[in-house]
């Protein structure tokens, strides 16, 4: 069973790093069939993607957020890991980690989620 | 970037009865090389992440009870409840994956 947890600090200080690690199970991220996804919620609000990496570690990210993201790999501990710099109030969301399939399929696993804030 | 519009924004339907949402994409999002439509449909319970039903348009994910369907080709795109359970009460949102940033619909809101 595919499993993803995201992991990370509860609360970030404006203008510093945001940073969250994804942890899989049950399946690898060196798999090439996948991509390893980022989404968030504000509060209240609907699902943005953010970006995804793939196991060659190419990367597709959101333009809206204007070249503060960056995601990487872990291989040896199968996880794979946000960075979102210059934080605002505006980036307070639930962070979700997920899996997507390089067919066309629509993620299909997803993590719990994990609520950030930023406030000083 | 493609925009997804979904309609209504919420609905009201009986136990029972049939809930019908919309999904419409600003472009096309048929991928002509396997003639699939790269859009899937998720519910989201409150406080929960979203659960794929539907992808490639109308392909039920494993699991996914019958009573959801999915239609639709090219830019217009339609889930069906055919009979509303009250553990459906949840945000259904479409996202097309055909284009980076892949984009979801803004949410429609189903009750009973």
Redesign the interface.
């Given at each position: 069973q595919v499993q993803l947890q995201e992991s990370g600090p509860g609360l970030v200080t404006p203008s510093e790093t945001l940073s969250l690690t994804c942890t899989v199970s049950g399946a690898s991220i060196t798999g090439q069939v996948y991509f390893w996804?980022w989404?968030r919620q504000r509060p209240g609000k609907?699902?943005?993607?953010l970006?995804?990496i793939y196991y060659s570690g190419t990367t597709?990210?959101?333009?809206?957020l204007r070249g503060r993201l960056s995601m990487s790999l872990n291989t040896s501990k199968n996880q794979f890991s946000l960075k979102l710099t210059a934080v605002t109030a505006a980036d307070t969301a639930v962070y979700?980690c997920?899996r997507?399939d390089y067919?066309?399929?629509?993620?299909?696993y997803?993590?719990?989620?994990i609520l950030v804030s930023v406030s000083s | 970037d493609i925009v997804m519009t979904q309609s209504p924004v919420s609905l009201a339907v009986s136990l029972g009865e049939r809930a019908t949402i919309n999904c419409k994409s600003s472009q096309s999002v048929l991928y002509s090389s396997n003639n699939k439509n790269y859009l899937g449909w998720y519910r989201q319970r409150p406080g929960q992440p979203p659960q794929l039903l539907i992808y490639w348009a109308s392909t039920r994910e494993s699991g996914v009870p019958d009573r959801f369907s999915g239609s639709g080709s090219g830019t217009d795109f339609t889930l069906t409840i055919s009979s509303l359970q009250a553990e459906d009460v949840a945000v259904y949102y479409c996202q097309q994956v055909y284009n980076t940033p892949w984009t979801f619909g803004q949410g429609t809101k189903v009750e009973i």
């Open positions: 996804s989404t609907g699902l943005e993607w970006g995804h597709a990210y959101n333009p809206s979700f997920a997507a067919s066309g399929k629509a993620p299909d997803w993590g719990p989620g | -």
